[in-house]
């Protein structure tokens, strides 16, 4: 990437130099020169890709995390699934078989347990994303599971996004609603790791994650953000802050492929504290392993939950 800024910048300055000492050829030799360097770096990303999320294998990454709930932090673990699968965008379900009709999506998995208290809490969301047809997510989906009860989000990528809630709590209880295809906030996880250069920035309107929305009982709908990117030794952090929510995500990921995500940060003013007070949830990468793992399913290979910190 270096190389290609040098170069264009060399072509730049001979092409703005006086007629008397321009070389036409030469400086489209020189064009040519970056242009043949950009496509062979493309083919080699191309291929650094294939090989990593192509092989037949999932990552999969332990993070301790955490947790706010109740105005206090609970401890616990998350874990982060990413593989690539076929997926039938009409239909919006995983594919039993290979069709031209299918499209690649990087899956993302993410699931997260704690105690609060004498009750354990069990979350996972889902998000499925076109790795080169269309730069949003397809489907994304959230459910959790307590002691209370249990919530499940679903949005589909249609003519618009189409969400529906179903939960035992009445503001989020079988709800549908139909939202203009605002930025996701599901969807930057999965887009950091295939083109984190595509990242959105500045000024915009995000729809939360829905386990924000399942978890905190909000509208479901875009609010403001300002999204941000920071530069941190051998990490990039991404920020994005809801001004109206009072709600800040931050997630940190390696510069370099294939853009580990090596933890995040959320705060969020608590209801259970006092006005204005926030807490922070956070989680730390413990370890990652590469494994197909849907075919570790004996009681053996619970070892492999070890050597994940699990």
Request: hydrophobic residues 30%.
């Amino acid at each position: 990437m270096r190389s290609i800024i040098k170069l264009t910048i060399l072509a730049t300055a001979l092409a703005s130099c006086s007629g008397v000492h321009t070389n036409n050829k030469d400086t489209s030799s020189e064009i040519e020169k970056v242009e043949n360097i950009k496509q062979e770096e493309n083919k080699q990303a191309e291929e650094e890709f294939n090989a990593y999320w192509h092989n037949g294998k999932a990552e999969i990454s332990s993070y301790k995390l955490s947790q706010a709930r109740y105005g206090e932090i609970h401890e616990g673990n998350s874990v982060m699934i990413f593989v690539t699968e076929q997926f039938l965008p009409k239909k919006q379900v995983k594919a039993d078989s290979y069709s031209k009709e299918n499209t690649s999506v990087l899956k993302l998995n993410t699931t997260k347990n704690y105690l609060t208290g004498i009750y354990p809490y069990s979350i996972m969301s889902s998000v499925f994303t076109p790795i080169q047809s269309n730069p949003k997510a397809i489907k994304t989906t959230f459910s959790a599971q307590e002691w209370c009860g249990q919530t499940y989000i679903q949005l589909n990528n249609r003519n618009s996004y189409e969400v529906e809630s179903h939960s035992y709590f009445e503001r989020n209880g079988d709800l549908e609603v139909k939202l203009d295809k605002d930025y996701l906030e599901n969807d930057i996880w999965t887009t950091i790791r295939i083109s984190p250069s595509t990242l959105p920035l500045g000024k915009l309107k995000m729809i939360p994650s829905l386990e924000f929305f399942g978890m905190q009982h909000q509208e479901v709908k875009a609010y403001d953000a300002i999204a941000t990117l920071e530069s941190k030794e051998n990490l990039n952090l991404y920020t994005i802050d809801y001004l109206e929510l009072g709600r800040t995500l931050t997630i940190k990921y390696t510069k370099e492929f294939p853009y580990v995500i090596e933890g995040w940060e959320e705060v969020y003013a608590s209801r259970f504290l006092p006005k204005g007070t926030s807490l922070t949830s956070t989680a730390e990468r413990m370890k990652s392993i590469r494994s197909d793992y849907w075919t570790k399913n004996k009681a053996k290979d619970t070892v492999l939950r070890k050597e994940l910190g699990l």
